[in-house]
C-alpha cells in the first residue's frame, strides 16, 4: 500500500477523526482529533488493511515559541555548501503548527504489509490530555511516562503515570519551552 493510499484508507474508515493530512518524503502524516484516538489506533493495529503492529515511537512537540528567535547560535561548518535550488524539493506540504500549544507524535509500522503512519494529536495547554494507548501497545508504557516527565501531558489510563528520567521532587517539566534555562532545583543525595 503507498503512503497516499494508506491516508486514504484511514480518513475513509475514520472520516470525522481525521483533520489534516499529507505526504512528504515517503512520509505519511495524518492529524487526529484526541478523542478519536484510541479507536483510531485500535483499528490500526487490529484491521488487516494497516496491520500497524509496531509503535516505533512517542513523543511531543511544544508549539508555544515556535517562530521566535532563538538565542542559539548555529553554524555552518566549514567547507559546506548549500544545495543549489534545482536540488531542493517541492515546498514542503506540512500546514504549519496546529493552534494547540502541543503535539503528541505516535510513528507506528506494519512488519508484515511494510508501511508506516506518523499520527499527530494536538493538546491544548489546559487540556494536556490524552487517552493512553497502553492497552493497545505495552511499550507504550515507558514513552507515555517520558512525555509525562519531560512536557507534563497526562495519560488517561496510563497504569503507572509518574516520572521516568527525573526525580520525584523534581519541579516542572524540563521540555516545556516555558521552562527557564537558569532554574535550579534542590539537589538529592543518596537516602540512607
Known sequence: MST??????????FP???QASH???GDATVLVRSECLLDLARALRDDRAFQMNL?????????????AQSQ????????V?????????????????????????YHFFSLSLKHRLRLEVPVGEGEAEVDSITSLWAGADWLEREVWDMF????????NLKRILMYESFVGHPLRKDYPVNKRQPLIGPVN
Do not use: C, M, N
Open 81 to 105: 555548501t548549500a544545495r543549489p535550488a534545482q536540488e531542493i524539493p517541492d515546498e514542503d506540504p506540512w500546514p504549519g503548527p496546529p493552534d494547540t500549544r502541543f503535539v503528541i507524535v
Open 23 to 25: 505526504v512528504y518524503r
Open 55 to 67: 509503535l516505533v515511537d512517542l513523543t511531543a512537540v511544544d508549539f508555544s515559541s515556535f517562530g
Open 4 to 13: 497516499a493510499s494508506l491516508i486514504q484508507a484511514v480518513e475513509q474508515k
Open 72 to 79: 542559539a547560535a548555529f553554524f555552518t561548518p566549514s567547507g
Open 152 to 159: 507534563g501531558i497526562r495519560f488517561r489510563g496510563h497504569p
Open 16 to 18: 470525522d477523526a481525521i
